[in-house]
């Protein structure tokens, strides 16, 4: 049986972000590195950012507890760009 361990990381907010930001030139392309495990960045995927919206989350149909839809802003990473093998499978 594996060790189990509790991985809590730093959820950042949109103030965050926009502090880790500040000063960067308007043009800069924003890259994300993907953790292989939790907490493990050794190997992490590099990929690009292309989208953020805000998403609707069901929790079970439960929604917040005033019943309205749980949102939470999501960004969205894609490969970044490059030359890559075409799966004909």
Do not use: N
């Amino acid at each position: 049986m594996a060790d189990m361990f509790e991985h809590t990381p730093e959820v950042w907010t949109a103030a965050k972000l926009r502090d880790a930001l500040s000063g960067l030139p308007d043009a800069t392309p924003i890259h994300i590195g993907v953790a292989d495990g939790p907490g493990d960045f050794d190997g992490y995927g590099e990929f690009v950012l292309v989208d953020a919206e805000p998403v609707e989350l069901d929790l079970a149909g439960e929604g917040s507890p005033q019943g309205s839809p749980v949102v939470q802003f999501t960004l969205f990473a894609d490969a970044k760009a490059g030359v890559y093998h075409l799966d004909l499978d």
